[in-house]
């Protein structure tokens, strides 16, 4: 008769031990498994397209370089996405972690991100999907740390193209989100 009592007391610590396991921020502190940008990029975030070469390589160096690049804005303030897709590739997860680390580092500044498609579609399916590709990067943003005030998203759709054309070469360079500060 006495384990109702009992099992009603367990029932309450492993909730309240639950609850406490939920509660954290996940994210990761400056040894993530990201990297940081080294800042030896030379393109312009136009060739290259697909590839991770011009975002520079990790480095497992020590938090004295890692602080230093959190006081810049990242070089690379272009991410491309799939066709009609509005999921950041893991190509670019370490782009969008140098924008978290320097915006977590600057709680003053503010950025404005630019959801793009390309050309195909109908134009309200473009500012669509240009808005939940922004979204998708504000909600990784924000999921590492960044304060939703400190972001914005604007959808441009297919309105401001990067690249005029009509092939897969142009299109894939269209269809971005873009970091403004």
Known sequence: MQIKPLARSLA????????AGCSSTGGTQDGDSYGSQDGSTSGTGTSGVGTGSQYGSTTGSGSGAGQQADSRIPEV?????DFDRDTISSQY?????AHARYLRANPNAQVVLHGHTDERGTREYNMALGERRAGAVRRF???QGVSSSQMSVVSYGEERPAVSGQDESAYSQ???VVFNY
């Open 12 to 19: 309450a610590a492993l909730s309240i031990v639950v609850i």
């Open 77 to 81: 303030r272009t991410i491309y996405f």
């Open 93 to 97: 997860e370490s782009v969008v972690m």
């Open 141 to 143: 943003l924000n999921t």
């Open 174 to 176: 269209n269809r971005r």
